[in-house]
T-cell receptor, first 112, second 114 residues
């Protein structure tokens, strides 16, 4: 079974709007990562947030982590058509940072 | 550009056949992980190789096997192919000195089993 569960499964917004995606996980983690995948191709690492961090920014991306609720959110501000992709949250196996468990992903469509 | 390359890009096989997929890790990365991504699903961890030894395995049968070479490139072999093996196969390499082991993914190999 998959550790991470993203919500919603699909999101459609207008260019310029903000997109918020959520991820919940089951076990304790020391970091959580978000990835983007375009058209079923390779995954691109977006951002990693450590368990002792609550919020992290990278360009138009803002990630939050709430370890008490075992949840994370990814906010993309001022979305662009090029942001259209699938987004996945991933958490490492217990004691094995380099082995990841992924959720099913969120399909984001940004309309021009 | 991550530097991780995979070959071939696409592959079509028939049930019962065997397949070998290849991955070249990013320069300086000695750890390679393989993932299977079925259509509409997230990637699932198959196994990992570190310094030419298997270093952890996910819930996949023994007909999924691998190798890592001295230059840290890797192969994924699947025997007795089944229809459900149709998927995108991703490899990822990571830098040994990174405590959080950020993974760098290749573009994937799309395997279709008929």
């Amino acid at each position: 079974s998959q550790q991470g569960e993203e919500d919603p499964q699909a999101l459609s917004i207008q260019e310029g709007e903000n997109a918020t995606m959520n991820c919940s996980y089951k076990t304790s983690i020391n970091n959580l990562q978000w990835y983007r995948q375009n058209s079923g191709r390779g995954l691109v690492h977006l951002i990693l947030i450590r368990s002792n961090e609550r919020e992290k920014h990278s360009g138009r991306l803002r990630v939050t982590l709430d370890t008490s609720k075992k949840s994370s959110s990814l906010l993309i501000t001022a979305s662009r058509a090029a942001d259209t992709a699938s987004y996945f949250c991933a958490t490492p196996f217990t004691g094995a940072n380099s082995k990841l468990t992924f959720g099913k992903g969120i399909t984001l469509s940004v309309r021009p | 550009e991550t530097g991780v390359t995979q070959s071939p890009t696409h592959l079509i096989k028939t049930r019962g056949q065997q397949v070998t997929l290849r991955c070249s890790s990013q320069s300086g990365h000695n750890t390679v992980s393989w993932y299977q991504q079925a259509l509409g699903q997230g990637p699932q961890f198959i196994f990992q190789y570190y310094r030419e030894e298997e270093n952890g395995r996910g819930n996949f049968p023994p007909r999924f096997s691998g190798l890592q070479f001295p230059n840290y490139s890797s192969e994924l072999n699947v025997n007795a192919l089944e229809l459900d093996d149709s998927a995108l196969y991703l490899c990822a390499s990571s830098f040994p000195g990174d405590p959080y082991n950020e993974q760098f993914f290749g573009p994937g190999t799309r395997l279709t089993v008929l």
